[in-house]
Structure formats: structure tokens, C-alpha cells
């Protein structure tokens, strides 16, 4: 939370002082807009930052982010220098110190057809990154059978600590447990967000054995990290194109256990998926992992095997 709040706008982080505790230890998400309320995401809800201090939901009563200060944050964002963050900024998302990303939506502007990077940015969503050391605990003895750990498939809708989830398995499969032995772990991160790496160094703790290939499109990742790092783990986070399946099928034929995630309610929504349907039709996974919001964040909702039967937590 310190490193997002060093990045903001002098103005911006007054707006903001006056929030309780409670609601900044719950915050998952700031999302400006300019000319619009600031808005805060947690817990399942949203509120608008009152002039009063807190939250309110109405928006008439919000503080509005401007102009002036969505101009400054991004100059803070780029260290003063857009176009030398012009690939950060055609993904449309920026990494920060600490690992927190910065969602950016704006004018886009176009070459050759393909996005060059966005222009006039409007929307800043500032997603925390939050790092939560033994949320695995429960959940890695299910995935591990005979001292072997399973190719895994976790399935959950946005916002259900997924990334949360991953990151915390690569750690404690890289470091080792009481299951099995550490293990060599390649991590494939498109998004930057389980590693959070920063100038290609990781900002949270993915264990002493790992190895980050950051900012990559998985599938020619998960095919450079097959060739290049000799893994015996591969994670890679929100599979879903054709090329991804037969990425992870190259790497379980090359003997290496595969962990990936996929934005889903369950089992029958992927199924539903043509491309993910083939994937589950070849074999390609022994675990499924699906995560639900309730009672809270990261609940594990269910664990099946490769039959889709469900196993005994």
C-alpha cells in the first residue's frame, strides 16, 4: 500500500487520508476517472471517497479526480517519460514498485492496425497486489498424490484470489514442503501479476528455485522456459486461446508438471469453452481447483480429479 501511496498525486493522497483502517486493509482496487468520483473496491462492494471522510455510495457526495491529477499520476507512472513506457502502456496495464498494477484506458492510438499505446488517458484502476503467505497451506496436499504433484487447472471468476493462490503455490513448491521436495519453477507471467516483477526482478516471494519470464504471451513463454530453463513446474495464469492448450500439452509431453488458472465459475462453464473443452477432452489436467468469493475471497469451492470426480478435502 506504501508504494502506491508514494506514486499518487499530493492532492489525490489527501482525498484519501481520511479512510479508515479497516477500509484500506480491505481495498482491492482504486479506480479514478477523470471528471468522475474516486471509487474504492473491497470485500465484494464499492464506495465512493467522501468529502465527509470514508466511504459513501452516492455519488453526488464523492470527491472527483481531476484533470490536473490524472495528468500527474501518469507522468509518476512513466517517471516523466510516456514513451519510454510505450509497451507497458500498448498492454494497456503498467507494473509498479511492490508489484501492484495500473490499468489505464484512454484514447487509443493505432499503426498499422495494432495498438501503439493509448493516448490521453482518462482511467487509472489501481489493483493491489496483495502478498498472502500460506493461502496454499490447505490447498497444495490435495494437488499432490504419491509424492507427485498433479498437473493442475484452477478455475475461478475474477477477483477470487487466484493470482493470490498461484503465486503462494509457486513458493511453496519452489521452497519445498512437507509433501514434497523443492522443486525447479518456471513462472510464465504475461500479466506481471503473479511475480509482480519490476524491471524483470520479482517483487514478491515465488521461492529461491523460480525463474520469471515476465511480460511474455504464454504460449511462446511456456515454450522459450520448456527450451531454456529445464523446469520440472510450469505456472502460467488465465489460459484460454488454442495456442496455450498446446503449450501446456508440449510441456507435459516434456515430463513437466503444469499449474495454469482460467476465469470461470466452474466446471461446466469451461466445458462449454471449444477451446478449453479440448484441452479437458485430451487429459491434459489431474486436478481441478475451483475458487468462490463466499464465505470469502478464496474460498475453495470444490477439487476433482481427472474423471471429474470430486476428491476429499
Not at 482504486?30 to 468522475?36: Q, S
Not at 471517497?49 to 495528468?71: H, N, W
Not at 522443486?183 to 501479476?193: F, G, L, W
Amino acid at each position: 500500500m506504501e508504494e502506491v501511496l508514494r506514486m499518487l498525486p499530493d492532492s489525490l493522497r489527501v482525498k484519501l487520508k481520511n479512510l479508515s483502517w479497516q477500509d484500506i486493509e480491505q481495498m482491492e482496487e482504486i479506480r479514478l476517472r477523470v471528471g468522475r468520483p474516486i471509487e474504492y473496491v473491497g470485500g465484494g462492494a464499492s464506495w465512493f471517497i467522501s468529502g465527509q471522510g470514508g466511504g459513501t455510495r452516492r455519488a453526488e457526495e464523492a470527491l472527483t479526480f481531476t484533470k490536473e491529477e490524472g495528468m500527474q499520476l501518469l507522468s509518476r507512472l512513466s517517471h516523466h517519460s510516456v514513451y519510454m513506457m510505450e509497451e507497458e502502456m500498448r498492454r494497456g496495464y503498467i507494473t509498479v514498485q511492490g508489484g501492484h498494477r495500473v490499468g489505464l484506458s484512454g484514447k487509443v492510438v493505432l499503426e498499422n492496425g495494432r495498438v501503439k499505446l493509448i493516448r490521453d488517458v482518462t482511467s487509472f484502476n489501481i489493483r493491489f497486489a496483495r502478498e498472502k503467505r500460506g493461502v496454499a497451506d490447505g490447498v497444495l496436499p490435495l494437488l499432490v498424490e504419491g509424492g507427485q504433484l498433479k498437473n493442475t487447472l484452477v478455475i475461478s471468476p475474477p477477483q477470487c484470489g487466484k493470482t493470490t493462490l498461484l503465486r503462494d503455490l509457486a513458493r511453496q513448491i519452489s521452497y519445498g514442503s512437507k509433501e514434497m521436495a523443492g522443486k525447479k519453477v518456471s513462472i510464465v507471467d504475461e500479466r506481471s501479476e503473479i511475480a509482480g516483477c519490476v524491471a524483470g526482478v520479482p517483487q514478491k516471494d515465488v521461492g529461491p528455485r523460480t525463474d520469471v519470464l515476465d511480460a511474455c504471451p504464454k504460449a511462446e513463454g511456456m515454450m522459450m522456459m520448456i527450451r531454456s530453463m529445464s523446469p520440472e513446474v510450469l505456472i502460467t495464469d488465465e489460459i484460454g486461446r488454442p495456442e496455450d492448450g498446446y503449450a501446456l500439452e508440449e510441456a507435459i509431453h516434456a515430463g513437466i508438471t503444469v499449474i495454469a488458472s482460467v476465469h470461470g465459475r466452474d466446471l461446466k462453464d469451461i466445458m462449454r469453452r471449444p477451446t478449453l473443452s479440448r484441452i479437458l477432452q485430451a487429459g491434459v489436467f489431474q486436478r481441478y481447483l475451483v475458487l468462490s468469493r463466499r464465505p470469502k475471497v478464496g474460498t475453495v469451492a470444490g477439487v476433482y480429479n481427472e474423471h471429474f470426480t470430486e476428491c476429499r478435502r
